[in-house]
């Protein structure tokens, strides 16, 4: 299975990016598909995870209102459209595949994960 994701960029604050990311390979379930990032000298945390199936979406605190996902069964594609970015949404974002059913919050939760795009947001 792998996990492409695109979109990061530099922004200034209160900009605005979309990040994609596309599933292939083998035959999967897919019960989450979800969005983490690592900023420089954190640990990696939860942003948002969607239910493949029901499509209900998890969201961090804080970032509901800022930050949309959504997803494409077709495409094996989530996004994450992010909105008045801030200076402290810099990091790099993580897509992920969770293959069997778990808390999806979590990040030993997942199965697969994707290379990383980079998102910088200046002031």
């Known amino acids: 299975v792998q996990l492409q994701a695109s979109g990061g960029g530099l922004v200034q604050e209160g900009g605005s990016l979309r990040l994609s990311c596309a599933a292939s390979?083998?035959?999967?379930?897919?019960?989450?598909m979800a969005w983490f990032r690592q900023a420089p000298g954190k640990e990696r945390e939860f942003v948002t995870a969607?239910?493949?199936?029901?499509?209900?979406?998890y969201y961090a605190d804080g970032l509901k209102g800022r930050f949309t996902a959504s997803r494409d069964n077709a495409k094996n594609t989530v996004y994450l459209q992010m909105n008045g970015l801030k200076t402290e949404d810099t990091a790099v974002y993580y897509c992920?595949?969770?293959?069997?059913?778990?808390?999806?919050?979590?990040?030993?939760?997942?199965?697969?994960w994707g290379q990383g795009t980079q998102v910088t947001v200046s002031s």
């Open positions: 969607v239910n493949w199936s029901s499509g209900f979406i």
């Open positions: 390979g083998r035959r999967f379930s897919t019960y989450y």
């Open positions: 992920a595949v969770q293959t069997a059913p778990r808390i999806p919050t979590l990040l030993s939760a997942y199965d697969y």
